[in-house]
Every structure is written in C-alpha cells, then in structure tokens.
C-alpha cells in the first residue's frame, strides 16, 4: 500500500494568506501531509513545477437549468459542472428557485433532482426564496440545519420579487436560525416604469435593457436592503454588484461596522454598456441583470474587490443559446436575462487582475476561492489548501498564452461574451477531492462524481 494516492510535486501553493513552494500529500481525498519534498511512494504523481497551485476555485452563484421568461438555462448540472471543472472550479453553489405555492421542502428536492448524481464536481444549494408563508417560516430553520444556510431574495422580475417586508421578516429568521440572506438588487419600479416608456416609444433593441435598469435603480435597491438588514440586526449579502452606486453603499455601511458584504463577477469588470450597441442583435448576448455598465465604474469595482469592500468574485452563469435569446428579437424585455461564464472566471480573474497587478495573488484565491467557502459555510473543508481539507486543487500554468474563444470552452451555449480576449496563465489539471477531473481544458473525470455540500454557518468577513 502506498503512503498516497497522489502527489501534488513541486509547485508554487497559493492560499489565501501564503505562497510557498510545497508538495501536497493526499489520501482519500483529503490533504494528509505537505512538505518540500515528500517523495515519490504515490500511486500518481502530479508534476506542478513551475506552476501555482490553487485551492479550486469556488463559483457561488451559478444557474444550472433555471427557468427564465419562459425557457431554461442551456447548462445543466452536467454540462455546467463539467465546464467548470475545465475551468478550475471544483464547487459551485447553485440557486434552486422556489416556484409559487411550493415547499422549501420541495424547492430543494427539485433542485436535488437536477443536480445529484449528474454534478461531476461538489455542489452547494441556495434557496431563492420567492414567497412567504407561515409554512415556509417554519422551514427556515429546519432547512438550514439540512445544510441549505444562504437565502437569496430578489428585488426585481415578476414573479420572483419580493416586498420589504417579506424581505424583513426573512432577514429576521434566517439570522435567528444560523443563516444568511442575499439580494439581488434593483428597484423593480424603475425597471417597469423606463422598460415600458421605451417599448411604447418603439425602442426594442438589447441598449435599452441596459438604459430601463440604470445604474442608481441598483444603488438604490442596495442602500435599502441594507437599511432592512440593519433594523432586522441581520447580516446580508449582495449579489453580482455592478458599479459605484450599490458598491458605494456596501462600502459606506462597512465603514460604519455593519456586516454587509457582496460579489461581483467577471463581466462588470471586463465588459461595458458598449456591447449592447454591437450589430445584427449581438448585443442579446450580454443582456442580463444588472446590466453591463459604463467603463467609468470598472476601476471602481476593481477597487472594492482589492480593499475588501467586496469579497467574491463570482459569475451568474446563466447561458441561453442565441436561439433562446431570440425569444426578445423583438422586444428587448423578452430576451431571456443570462449569460455564460462559469469556465473562463479563474483565467479571466488571473489575466487581468494578477499580472496586471490589480491584486495579487493571495487576493485572487480569496475573491476566487476562500471568501466563498467561508461566508457560504464550507471552510476549511473547501477554499484552503490544508491538512485535512478536501483534495480539490487546480494546477495553473501561468506561462500559457491563449486567446479566448467559444470553440475551447464546454459550457453549452454557442458563444461566449469574452470571445478574443487575451488570455495569460490556465489551468492545467484540476483535482476534486483527490481525483483528476480535468487535465489541459479537457474533462477526464467520471461522470455523476459530484457530492452535495451540507454547509455550515456562514463566517462574516
Ligand atoms: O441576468 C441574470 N442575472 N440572469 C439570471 C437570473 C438572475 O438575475 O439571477
Ligand atoms: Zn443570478
């Protein structure tokens, strides 16, 4: 019998707080030992000389076959997980969406059956809670001590929204109970007012999207659930932050000590309110909420990720195929809200935010991968590279050199909104609880490997 199942050898290892060079030792997907050199009595040996090594990346907030204006994300579990892992994630944690007059109970076995046994990596579940009831207030404990801790609630869409007091009453709860509420967002009156002045003006193309949801409509939304969370007493998270006016509130009520913390994702700081414009209705293909925004306020979100005001980097990976896009060719509020991501976010955050010196190293595996398994109760089992930890690690080749295009990538949709971006370092071989998944942007795991993440408190951070 071998000492381990796998070696890890020579690479430059990456946490949150240290960078050293280290072997890593696993045994039944676990971290069981690093040192400088811990030989060769392994049944595989990983050669990461030359290479970072990385806790893998964790993607907080994914949309596997959800239900949009009436269509489904084109990724499932399946396919969404195996991009993923191509891309040097190992866990997500995906939103299951509470359909009218349904169960917590129910929302999660909906979401259960989408996900177990078709995942290839390890999987997390939030509740996108979208009424309440004196049933679903009961749940909330209960569901949480199942390991469903994080609440998300939006503020905007038909059919999702909820009021403030709703919003309220589950702050309260879900901090009484141990968990953690999420926003999206935006200010649904804005939204209907300028979408509908548009449309009756005529004015159906993707821009208007952007210009019926502007910047302040999120600010706006933002600064009052944070002033919800400080009446409720409640910590709260806020999702997909897009520009100064909802950062300037999370920043201005972490100054003043409340636990408020946010993500942003890829797209707010790599894409602009220009792509709307790009002909022939290319523009559908960054219509999502909120919307791409001006480039004035990519510095800014920059900013918040480096000096803590945000501390996840996420994607909101919700693909639709051009086709299912088309369903608004017409009409730019039927454009089903979503785009892809979830494969290109570790090289993308790598790029350009490492070696152009936005942050460094120890800051990418925090926004990339820490600060999740922490705030979403999986740390240390994941987001750390520890002894005892799971085994899931991404070996990055920071000297490769590639240019991002659809063909590369395994997220099932036909385009990807970063096609031609320069790319410098990718993964090259990514480990999920001590099995190899994906080796050179191919996946070479099993299928169905993926297990269900039973999360803990959140830590606030
Ligand atoms: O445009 C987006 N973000 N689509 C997914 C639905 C949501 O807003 O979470
Ligand atoms: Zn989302």
Known sequence: MKTFDMIVKGGNVVTASDTF?????IKDGKISEMGLDLGKDAEEIVDASDKYVFPGGIDPHTHMNMPFGGTFSSDDFKT????????GTTSIVDFSIQAKGKSLKQTINTWREKSDGKAVIDYGIHIALTELNEKVMNEIPEVIKQGYQSFKMYMTYDGMRVDDGTLLRTLIKVNESGGLCCVHAENYYVIEYLKNKFLSEGKIEPIYHALSRPDLAEGEAAGRAIK???????PLYIVHNSCEASISEIAKAREEGYPIMGETCPQYLLLSEDNYREPNFNGAKYVMSPPLRDKKNWPVVWKAIKDNTLQV???DHCPFFMSQKELGKDCFASIPNGAPGIEARMALMYTYGVTSGKIDLNRFVQVTSTNAAKIYGMYPQKGTIAIGSDADLVVFDPNIETTLTKSMLHENVDYTPYEGFKLKGYPTVTISRGNIIARDGQFVGEEGRGKFIKRTSPQII
């Open 80 to 87: 969404g997980t195996i991009a993923a892992a191509c891309g």
């Open 313 to 315: 980097v996420a994607t």
């Open 228 to 234: 919800l969370a400080k009446i409720a007493n409640a």
């Open 21 to 25: 060079k280290a072997d890593i030792g």
